[in-house]
């Protein structure tokens, strides 16, 4: 079978788009692009070879997917150095929900809570 499909992006909606864009910012090192004046105003956040996509949502709050199915994360970011991605959260004061660990699904992972209350697990196979 041929590889069709390249990577994906996350699309986070958010009920203040800004105040969300600042945060990871400041917080996460991502890069904002600010696209508010397109047909579908939104914010396209940069780090790596990552990229999330922020939208507004028409004044809703956030529902993350625990509160809403009873578990689950967000959004995955595949990392090769959790230990320094880690440390450099816990130094821009991102609430650390799970410390780095081994999963029992074979995953080195630690998870993060976001501003508007998304889990962003940060992690990778490791056997």
Same mark, same amino acid.
């Given at each position: 079978? *041929? ?9 986070? %909606?958010? *009920? @203040? ?9 400041? &917080?996460? #090192?991502? *890069?904002?692009? %600010?696209?508010?004046?397109? /047909?579908? %105003? ?5 780090? @790596? ?6 939208? &507004?949502?028409?004044g809703q709050k956030v529902i993350p997917n625990r509160d809403l199915y009873g578990y689950g994360y967000d959004a +995955? ?19 650390? !929900?799970?410390?780095?660990? =081994?999963? @029992? +699904? /074979? /995953?080195? $992972?630690? !998870?993060? $809570? @976001?501003? =508007? #209350?998304?889990?962003?697990?940060? #992690?990778?196979? !490791?056997?």
């Amino acid at each position: 079978m *041929k590889n069709l499909l390249i990577e994906s992006h996350c699309i986070f %909606p958010t *009920k @203040d788009i800004i105040k969300t864009a600042n945060y990871y910012e400041q &917080k996460m #090192g991502f *890069k904002a692009i %600010p696209y508010l004046n397109a /047909n579908e %105003p939104h914010i396209c956040l940069y780090r @790596d070879t990552t990229e999330i996509i922020l939208i &507004k949502t028409n004044g809703q709050k956030v529902i993350p997917n625990r509160d809403l199915y009873g578990y689950g994360y967000d959004a +995955y970011f595949i990392t090769k150095n959790q230990e320094e991605l880690q440390e450099e959260m816990i130094s821009s004061g991102v609430k650390i !929900v799970r410390s780095l660990n =081994d999963t @029992d +699904y /074979n /995953n080195k $992972e630690f !998870v993060v $809570e @976001d501003i =508007d #209350g998304r889990w962003i697990a940060f #992690g990778i196979k !490791v056997g």
